[in-house]
């Protein structure tokens, strides 16, 4: 059975920074790619950033370039999401999730497991 757990959010100010990690276990991740999604109150769930670990090619959403940086050891199963620099409009739960193609994508339900979600909130 595959499950996801994410943790380390959190209630931070402005500017500060927060690293999120998702423990996987249940297969071998290996040929998997790994996301980060988040959803705030009232809105839709949204792509934050993506590995495939096969390759080690990385996406971010552009919400997220440059301040945050995702990363993953395929050895321990475990994929982090290090936010630097956070705004109160990164407040949201943030949910792990992994996809069984490999590919890495900014589509949600290309995605085949997900995580409980953690929440982050950031104040002004």
């Known amino acids: 059975q595959v499950q996801l757990v994410e943790s380390g959010g959190g209630l931070v100010q402005a500017g500060d920074s927060l690293r999120l990690s998702c423990a996987a276990s249940?297969?071998?991740?290996?040929?998997?790619?790994m996301g980060w999604f988040r959803q705030a109150p009232g809105k839709e769930r949204e792509f934050v950033a993506a590995i495939r670990w096969s390759g080690s090619k990385i996406y971010y959403a552009d919400s997220a370039k440059g301040r945050f940086t995702i990363s993953g050891d395929n050895v321990k199963n475990t994929v982090s999401l290090q936010m630097n620099s956070l705004k109160p409009e990164d407040t949201a739960v943030y949910y792990c999730a992994a996809q069984s193609a490999g590919l890495g994508s900014d589509y949600s339900l290309s995605y085949d497991y997900w995580g409980q979600g953690t929440q982050v909130t950031v104040s002004s």
């Open positions: 249940g297969r071998t991740f290996s040929t998997y790619a």
